[in-house]
Each structure stands twice: as structure tokens, then as C-alpha cells.
């Protein structure tokens, strides 16, 4: 058999996010995005503006600190500020994207940084039920207490230990974790070197290795150098990536495929296989996962619940036809395979079986534009399902916006739980998958439980950050002016259709209600007007948002 030596050719404009301006990015420790309080808070009053707590929140945290029944001014105003940490702009990366946790990561360098201050302070100052417990952490060797009022010296043996259990440096490798230095991280004083901002690249050296016409990339699960790739008729390629300067061409056989799956796929300009997934233990359980368009029209099997429907105020009957094709012809699907059976264990499988397994998910499409569709797993072993507007003119019914649509979304799935049939007709799910209990919208009756973030056009690609997985960077393609970058955060709201970007939009069919323009929307870290690219060549559209991070180039560390 020829092989062919193939590879992902890169023809687009690489910009370059450096790791410093998204480390002081807004994220809260329950991965929501801070919101503007209308009112002060009355206990965490240093926190103005955009807070990670709400007036609820600051009563809890002023309850909570006046049962410490601490007696020490020095102490008092040090434990304070500790608990109101959780309403930083920064409490994410504060708290190291643990929620459950009531202290900050201190910082730690030096004998005058806070944690050195808090022991000298309060060392024998009594607290009552004291979050500085061990019992707390798990797994420290200091004794608990037999009182319910505590010092430090009674839970710790020294300064070091207890140090050593909630202390941080200043500022880690690569500036990745920031610690709490008894103020707000938001006006530069939290830990860190704010003032360390660190230069782009002017440029990224690229190595080819091959060229070819794949629309995803996915690394193999068990950390090899192997790689699947999959292009838009539906075939999916198992290839070899050469060492770093070694010369050697990507290895790929292009006349046996992984799989093949272009009998199920309907394929155009607009459609076709969108993304493929592999469940994180792939080399255990062989699972495997496609996101594609099917036509109703050619495949018996290709039918699902259409996104225009009475639920969200819309009715297909009258909509026009796209192209031709009646409303809801097409539609996104999400399919399970299997490698299972083509080796002796599914991490040496060169095949995968092309019968479906299990039909995870099936939505009809208005439109023919604007379906986004890649898949992926997050860290946190769901999976991610990226869904466009569902086209027409500027969202015409305004689905993005609409908490009952799955249009414009950013969905969580759990496939790794089946659900009852009675569950799927009680939830109004659509397809073999269950709800992840801290999805942000489940329990009301007018929000789909899917729904992680709404609010965008077309989502193309995104991926998580490895380094900090509540990190979530999505590029979202523009339809009039701009192309932006958002950090997805659960419940984030990303404002299309009432902004393209930072631009207010204004769409020539105002169908359905637009939310308002002083609501705690999203911005873009990130974006550019898609005709400034190349004036010369046209509008340039977002490909996707990812950081980097490999050692093999360190100056771009981060980007």
C-alpha cells in the first residue's frame, strides 16, 4: 500500500495570546464569570464592581466570620480578608478552581508575605470551628483539636507545616497560580508581578510535515505520538507524528482508514462530519464518538426533534426553504462507536468498527449554516458539544439568547451514565445521555439542563487549557464585522445576538427579545475586525483558540 505523507497545512494568521494577559483573566471559583453588584456589599466592601459574590454571599461570609468569635484586631482584619477572597475577580486561580475550599492559596516567599503575618498574628489566637483545620484538607498528620475553639499551635506543630499546607509562591512557573496577599488581586496587589507583563513573540517557526485537508485533530489517548484525523466527507485516519527536527514526513495511510463513515455523513460546503471525540479511557473501553450531518431526506435513521419548535416560539411551517431544503431536513448528530474487537486491547487498534453503537444526540437544523458541531472531553470527563445559531438572517429568532433553544450554545453532556426512557421523556432530553448535576441551568422547567454558556454564533473550535482546565478557550465565528476569542465559563453568557463582539449588533429581523445591553455579558479576551486581516484577499474567519504548551518553542510558552 502507497502511503501518503498528509498533515494539517496551516494557512492562516497565528495570534498570539500571551499566557500573561489571560492569567488575570476574571474567573470565580465555581468556573462562573464575575457579575457587576448593583448594590455595595456591606462585609467585603474592598470587592466594587464586578465581584465574585453577590449580597447573599457577602451576609454568608460576614455570618461566618463573626462566629470565629475572634478576639484579636490583627487577626480579625487578617481572616477577613481571607474570607472575602472568595468574592476576587481572580478567585479561580486564587483558590486553584476549588470551590469547596474556604482558603486562598497564601502567598509564601517571603517572611512578609501573608501567610508568615497570619501565623504570626493568630498563632494563639483562639478561632472558633477554625477553616485552618487539618481535618479540613485531608491527609495532614497535625491533630485535631478536641475543642470546637482552636489556635493555630493547637492545629499545627509549626509555622512550616502549616505554611507549607496553605502557602504558595508569589509567583509559580510560568506565572500559571496566583496566590492572595491580603488584597484584592484585581488592583495589583494580590500576589504575582502584575507589572511582569511579558512581550509577545513577533513570530511562531512552523514545521511542515506533510500537507492534506483535514478538518480536526485529535492526540490518541494514551500520550503517543499518534494522532486521528478526519476530514469533512466522514473517514477518520490513524497517523504517526514525527520527531521534533527530525525531517521525517507525518506517516498516514490514506487508502485504510481508521474508520469510514461517509455512508452516513451528508456532505457539502455546509455540512459533514464536524468533530470526533475519544472518551479519556479510549485504551480501556474502545469508546469513540462523531459529530456529523445527516440528511433526512436520504437516511431512514437521520431523524430528531427540530430546534424550531413551539418551545422556543418558532414554527418550521413557516419558515423558507434554505437552498431549497425544507426547515429541519438536515440535521447535527452525535454518535457512538467502538474499536473494540479489531485488536487485542483498543489501544493498539489500527481499525474501528463503522456500525453505529448508540445514538447519543439528534437535532434538526433550521439552517443550513451556522451549526458549529466539534465535540471534545473536558477535563472533568464530560462531554463538550459546540452548537451555531442555527443560521438564517443574524439568528432571526434570536435562539443564542433563548435558555429553551440549544442553538448558540455551549452544551455538557454525561455519556458515560444512560438514562431511563422516563428520564429522556420527563427532561425532554434529545438522545442517550445524562445530565451532569452541576450543569447551571438544570431544575428549571424554561432553561435546557444541557446548556453550559450561551450566547454565541458559531463556536468552530475550541479546547481546554492544560496547565489550568477551568480555562476553556472557544473562538466564535463573527457574521458582520468581528471574530473573537472567549474564555467559556459555566452559565457565561457571551452576548450574540445583542453584540458581535464588543460592537453593539443590531439585526435586520428583530425577532424574539434581545437581552439588554447593560446585562452581565462576556466579552472577548481576544478578537479582530475579519476584514483587516488581508485587505487585499478578504475577510479572514477564526479557525480556533488554544494554548501552547510545549517546551519545544519556551519563548512561547502560554501563547
Not at 489571560?22 to 448594590?39: A, F, G, I, R
Amino acid at each position: 500500500m502507497a502511503k501518503t505523507n498528509q498533515a494539517i497545512t496551516i494557512c492562516s494568521s497565528l495570534l498570539l495570546l500571551l499566557l500573561s494577559a489571560t492569567t488575570s483573566h476574571p474567573l470565580c471559583s465555581d468556573s462562573k464569570t464575575p457579575v457587576n453588584n448593583n448594590e455595595t456589599l456591606q462585609f467585603c466592601d474592598s470587592y466594587t464592581g464586578r465581584s465574585c459574590c453577590t449580597s447573599k454571599d457577602d451576609l454568608q461570609l460576614q455570618n461566618r466570620f463573626n462566629s470565629m468569635n475572634i478576639s484579636d484586631s490583627n487577626c480579625s482584619s487578617l481572616l477577613k480578608s481571607i474570607l472575602c477572597a472568595k468574592c476576587d475577580q481572580s478567585s479561580g486561580q486564587l483558590f486553584n478552581g476549588d470551590d469547596t475550599s474556604q482558603i486562598p492559596i497564601l502567598c509564601n516567599s517571603t517572611s512578609q508575605d501573608l501567610c508568615s503575618k497570619l501565623w504570626d498574628s493568630c498563632q494563639n489566637i483562639s478561632i472558633v470551628s477554625s477553616p485552618f483545620s487539618p481535618t479540613l484538607l485531608g491527609g495532614a498528620t497535625s491533630p485535631s483539636p478536641s475543642s470546637n475553639s482552636s489556635t493555630l499551635t493547637d492545629l499545627w506543630k509549626s509555622q512550616t507545616e502549616f505554611c507549607t499546607a496553605f502557602g504558595g509562591p508569589s509567583q509559580t512557573n510560568n506565572n500559571i497560580t496566583k496566590c492572595f496577599n491580603g488584597k484584592p488581586v484585581n488592583k495589583g496587589t494580590g500576589g504575582g508581578d502584575e507589572d511582569d507583563v511579558k512581550k509577545p513573540p513577533k513570530g511562531i517557526c512552523l514545521e511542515k510535515i506533510g500537507t492534506g485537508s483535514y478538518l480536526n485533530m485529535v492526540a490518541h489517548p494514551d500520550g503517543s505520538n499518534r494522532a486521528f484525523f478526519s476530514n469533512q466527507p466522514g473517514k477518520i485516519w490513524l497517523g504517526t507524528i514525527p520527531d521534533q527536527d527530525s525531517g521525517k514526513p507525518m506517516e498516514i495511510d490514506e487508502s485504510t482508514p481508521f474508520v469510514d463513515i461517509t455512508d452516513q455523513v451528508s456532505f457539502d460546503t455546509q455540512f459533514g462530519m464536524m468533530g470526533m471525540a475519544f472518551h479519556p479511557k479510549f485504551a480501556d473501553n474502545g469508546r469513540f464518538f462523531a459529530s456529523f450531518n445527516c440528511d433526512k431526506v436520504k437516511s431512514p435513521g437521520c431523524s430528531g426533534r427540530c430546534a424550531c419548535n413551539s418551545d422556543v416560539n418558532c414554527d418550521p411551517s413557516k419558515l423558507p426553504k434554505d437552498d431549497g431544503a425544507q426547515p429541519c431536513r438536515f440535521q447535527t448528530v452525535v454518535a457512538e462507536y467502538t474499536a473494540n474487537g479489531t485488536s487485542s486491547s483498543p489501544s493498539t487498534a489500527k481499525i474501528g468498527k463503522a456500525s453505529e453503537v448508540r445514538r447519543i444526540f439528534t437535532m434538526g437544523l433550521p439552517y443550513s449554516s451556522s451549526h458549529g458541531g466539534q465535540i471534545l472531553f473536558g477535563p472533568d470527563g464530560y462531554l463538550y458539544l459546540m452548537t451555531g445559531d442555527g443560521g438564517g438572517v443574524s439568528d432571526t429568532h434570536n435562539f443564542a439568547q433563548n435558555k429553551k433553544s440549544l442553538l448558540g450554545k455551549i452544551l455538557r453532556l454525561d455519556i458515560d451514565v444512560m438514562p431511563s426512557v422516563s428520564d429522556i421523556t420527563k427532561l425532554g432530553l434529545w438522545g442517550n445521555y445524562s445530565i451532569p448535576k452541576n450543569n447551571p441551568f438544570q431544575g428549571n422547567e424554561n432553561e435546557q439542563p444541557e446548556i453550559w454558556a450561551l450566547g454565541l454564533r458559531n463556536p468552530w473550535r475550541c479546547s481546554f487549557d492544560s496547565e489550568r482546565p477551568d480555562y476553556f478557550l472557544c473562538a466564535d465565528v463573527g457574521k458582520d464585522t468581528y471574530e473573537e476569542v472567549d474564555i467559556i465559563t459555566m452559565g457565561g453568557n457571551y452576548g450574540w445576538r445583542t453584540y458581535e463582539g464588543p460592537y453593539v449588533f443590531s439585526p435586520l429581523s428583530p425577532f424574539g427579545e434581545n437581552v439588554s445591553t447593560d446585562s452581565n455579558l462576556t466579552f472577548p479576551i481576544l478578537g479582530y475586525n475579519h476584514s483587516e486581516v488581508n485587505k487585499h484577499e478578504g475577510s479572514a474567519s477564526i479557525i480556533g483558540g488554544y494554548f501552547y504548551r510545549s517546551n519545544t518553542d519556551p519563548c512561547s510558552y502560554g501563547t
